[in-house]
Every structure is written in C-alpha cells, then in structure tokens.
C-alpha cells in the first residue's frame, strides 16, 4: 500500500520559511515524480512544484518561482520543499503527491497518489 506523508506545515509570518517534507512508501518503483500542490481557502487545488525520479528536472509555478525549491532523497524516498519569503497568500493545505512515471505534469488528474495535505499559514 502506498502511502505519503506530509510533515513540517505550520504558522509562520510573512517572510518567514517553512521546510516542508514527504516521506513515500510502498512504491513499486523508483521511477516516479514527485510533486506538490496546495489548496487555498475557497479556491481549487493548484500545482507548486514537482521534481522527476532522478531529480534532473523540476518546475514551479509562476507564483512561488524564485521563493521555493523542491528537492528529493532518493535513498529515504523523501522530497523537500523549501518555502522562502513567504506570503500570507501562500496560506494553503499543501499536499504531496506522486506520478508514477518519467516526466513532470502539472494537472493534479495526472498524480496516481497523494498524501493527506499539511497546513501552511502565513500571517501578515
């Protein structure tokens, strides 16, 4: 059974960093992208970042780009993301997810697994 989960969310102040990480288990294969995306209050769950299996390749979205860095662990089976000069508009439920396979997709109907979401809060 394949499970992820999420841990490093929390309450931060505009500005401030969050590390947050996922840790997978379960997968048949090493050859998978991994990726997050967050869901704000009232809105869609959107796309942040993903990284592919041997972390050659990675993408942002424009909102978090130059703020954010996504890296894996292949030996622990883990990714990070590393959150800087946080803004309270980046207060979402930020969840991790994997797509089994060898390249970077964006849309969330695209991921074959996801974890149960950690909550960011950036406050002003």
């Known amino acids: 059974q394949v499970q992820l989960v999420e841990s490093g969310g929390g309450l931060v102040q505009a500005g401030g960093s969050l590390r947050l990480s996922c840790a997978a288990s379960g997968l048949a294969t090493s050859f998978y992208t991994m990726g997050w995306f967050r869901r704000a209050p009232g809105k869609e769950r959107e796309f942040v970042t993903a990284i592919t299996w041997d972390g050659g390749n990675t993408s942002y979205a424009d909102s978090v780009e130059g703020r954010v860095t996504i890296s894996r662990d292949n030996a622990k089976n883990t990714v990070t993301l590393q959150m800087n000069s946080l803004k309270p508009e980046d207060t979402a439920i930020y969840f991790c997810?994997?797509?089994?396979?060898?390249?970077?997709?964006?849309?969330?109907?695209?991921?074959?697994?996801w974890g149960q979401g950690t909550q960011v809060t950036v406050s002003s």
């Open positions: 997810a994997v797509d089994v396979g060898w390249s970077i997709r964006l849309r969330e109907i695209e991921y074959d697994y």
